[in-house]
């Protein structure tokens, strides 16, 4: 039986940093310029699955894309 692990609709930071494998700098750094959407709750700061993927896909190098 396969072990299903279902992805998060949302992740804190730490948990992005894994996902994306990108630095928490950078993350914070595209968070600042409005270039990754983030939702608050309270104090705690989620991104969305969806906008982390996104994020990523339009920071592919033009070699990767092709």
Do not use: F
């Not at 072990?3 to 894994?18: G, K, Q």
């Not at 630095?23 to 409005?34: P, V």
């Not at 104090?43 to 982390?52: F, G, P, Q, S, V």
């Amino acid at each position: 039986m396969a072990d299903y692990s279902p992805i998060p609709l949302a992740h804190t930071i730490p948990r992005a940093v894994e996902r994306s494998g990108c630095g928490r700098s950078k993350l914070y750094e595209a968070i600042r310029q409005g270039d990754l959407a983030v939702v608050k709750l309270g104090r705690k700061t989620l991104i969305l699955e969806n906008d982390l993927q996104e994020w990523l896909h339009r920071h592919r190098s033009r070699r990767e894309a092709a």
